[in-house]
């Protein structure tokens, strides 16, 4: 293993440890709402390389999914937060 490289199972622990400290320090405190690890849940992950990136979820009903990328060159991990507006139906012709 490179030195640059993370463990997946520890990145995808780092992930759910991320998203419930970012969603408790950002819901509204009127809502008395907050989370822990056992709220948050991995949709897809995958590792290329040095990199990882998985796009995880919570319990919570608000619309909201999180992407989180390791940078291993750079040792580094971004959060990208995201509020779903639409889940829309598009019919697509057979060979396209």
Request: glycine residues 4%; hydrophobic residues 30%; proline residues 0%.
């Amino acid at each position: 293993m490179r030195k640059n490289n993370i463990d997946n199972g520890k990145f995808l622990e780092l992930c759910k440890q991320e998203v419930v400290k970012y969603f408790n320090s950002n819901v509204d405190k009127t809502d008395k709402k907050q989370i822990t690890d056992s709220d948050v849940f991995i949709v897809w992950s995958c590792k290329t390389l040095q990199n990882n990136k998985a796009l995880v979820s919570t319990t919570v009903s608000d619309g909201m999914y999180y992407e989180l990328t390791y940078n291993g060159d750079r040792k580094e991990v971004y959060l990208d937060a995201y509020k779903k507006w639409e889940n829309k139906c598009i019919k697509v012709q057979e060979g396209i």
